[in-house]
């Protein structure tokens, strides 16, 4: 127990530094793509719950992003400076509780909605669930589009930038750790049992509807996170919850590699950085990355890692010979 | 028997499943003592596979009802009735194709887990114990099977005799009292469901089981079992012992038509 304290001090201090650090000493371009991909991480390893590993088809993953970054952001523009007495100018110090409390408050928004729309999941599978998921994404989008309190179509404005790299680091280290200790436990064997042959895994006493209502409940749970986060950091408008991003995310696990972690964060990170990578190519950026997909497709449709994970043990031995 | 004298592990009583017009299995009595071998056979498209279904919970009897350990199950979902106790192999092995046969087993061996998803999620002591007594119960099953040396091997990649072992081990590792077997020896060679024959047999002593099975292998059903029901368009045409149902006039129309 102690030693996770530790741990855990050890980790949010490191990443705290690792943020001082690259503030100071990076190009903000670079920082903010840097920023960009560790929410994209986060939104493909939470994604990669549902459709890599328990083997539903969930395109609504920006709609539980939205419930996220809007239920946070009305939270600290209108809860905040009146119970916790910090305004968009207080410290940073002062500002990180009420945030934490606020991104906490949008995970768990879109927990909630991952239930409701994990119901379905009952009596839905493929593509039939697939569309739900996705008409879900839709109502949600239009639906917060004619909220006036939260800005509606002018966009939310006012909400102070909290979010910064250590924060998002932090969060895709517990989103990271929290989904492979399921993946590996009696649980997330019980999950990959789904993916795998529900007939087969509900004769054994696998609950398989409780098992798919809760990977969707975890799931959107980081996503509202990953929402939270990015309302916090950048301008919010719902049109960057369209159905569009949910599609993006899903390409990012499906390149990286269904069902693998490494895989998740490698389909992010790449796909992140590549259009900016190729920003040189100007007009020509959209074919040219079209095609990187295309290809890589071709020459992997299980995508880069497949179902396997770049693990300690396996980069010693292949440093050993 | 051995066990609790007296009620039957299973019994149907006047089971009915109707698809529409066609009666499936039509008023069937079905009892299984506790610790009996018991075949259920009959021509193809007799409703014996539909008689697991309704067993299983993945059909609901369009009237009368099934009994286990004198409480009624028809109508309750399959993952429950699993959970009282009822495993079972299907016709065409339906592994976790993906997965290891350690991994094939080990999600069988949930049910007795008692770690929860909090303890999973924060790795507490409790949750690696039960990780650990779930690994070394899935590595004593594979050995019991003899299928030790294909533990890390992804279960599609075994032969297809070996499936159908993997398929009973995974079914045993959650602890049944019940065991239904669908065609255990399909697609086996002689030696191999000679093989199937004695480790039906054993497992049944050693884990003190009640196993019904379905097979079309009469040297099988005939080597093992110790009653048979004997299925025809879905009803019961005989009922009783090897020798009782090789030389029932019935049974033996019911194979090979009315003028043998």
Known sequence: ?321 | MSGGAGEPLLSLRRVTCAFGGLKAVADLDLELPRGTLAGLIGPNGAGKTTVFNLIMGVYRPTSGSILLEARPIEGRVTCTIARRGVARTFQNPRLFSELTCLENVQIASHLHCGATLGDSVLDTARSRKEERLILERSRAFLEEFRLTRYAGEKARNLPYGDQRRLEIARALATEPTLLLLDEPAAGMNPQESEALMHLIHDVRSRYRLTVLLIEHDMKVVMGICERITVLDYGVKIAEGTPDAIRSDRRVIEAYLGEDA
């Not at chain 1, 006493?205 to 950091?233: C, E």
């Not at chain 1, 100007?282 to 020459?299: C, E, F, G, H, T």
Request: glycine share 12%; proline share 3%; charged share 10%.
């Open chain 1, 1 to 321: 127990m102690l030693r996770r304290l530790l741990l855990g001090a050890a980790t949010i201090g490191a990443v705290w530094a690792v943020d001082r650090i690259l503030v100071h000493g990076l190009n903000p371009y670079y920082y903010r793509i840097l920023v960009l991909c560790g929410l994209n991480v986060i939104l493909a390893l939470s994604l990669n719950l549902i459709n890599g590993v328990t083997g539903q088809f969930s395109i609504g993953h920006a709609g539980f992003m939205a419930v996220g970054a809007y239920t946070s952001a009305a939270f600290t523009v209108y809860g905040v400076p009146r119970w916790f007495g910090v305004t968009p100018e207080s410290g940073p110090l002062a500002a990180a509780l009420p945030f934490l409390a606020a991104t906490l408050l949008g995970g768990c928004c879109a927990a909630f909605a991952g239930f409701l729309v994990g119901l379905p999941s009952m009596r839905l599978r493929g593509d039939y669930l697939a569309i739900v998921t996705l008409g879900f994404g839709e109502i949600i989008r239009v639906a917060i589009l004619n909220i006036d309190a939260v800005g509606g179509a002018r966009g939310f404005a006012g909400i102070p930038q909290r979010t910064d790299l250590a924060w998002v680091l932090g969060w895709c280290v517990v989103t990271f750790l929290v989904i492979r200790n399921i993946i590996r436990s009696v649980h997330g064997r019980a999950l990959l049992a789904i993916r795998e042959d529900e007939i087969a895994a509900e004769a054994l006493g696998v609950r398989t509807t409780r098992y798919k209502v809760t990977s969707f409940v975890i799931s959107a749970f980081f996503a509202g996170v990953a929402g939270a986060l990015f309302s916090h950091y950048t301008y919010l408008h719902t049109n960057s919850f369209t159905f569009m991003k949910s599609i993006e995310v899903i390409v990012m696990i499906v390149l990286g590699g269904m069902g693998s972690l490494s895989g998740s964060i490698l389909g992010a990170t790449i796909l992140t950085a590549l259009p900016e990578a190729l920003r040189f190519a100007s007009a020509d950026r959209l074919i040219i990355y079209s095609a990187l997909l295309i290809v890589l497709m071709i020459a992997r449709p299980q995508g880069i890692l497949g179902h396997r994970e770049i693990t300690l043990r396996w980069l010693r031995r292949r440093g050993a010979p």
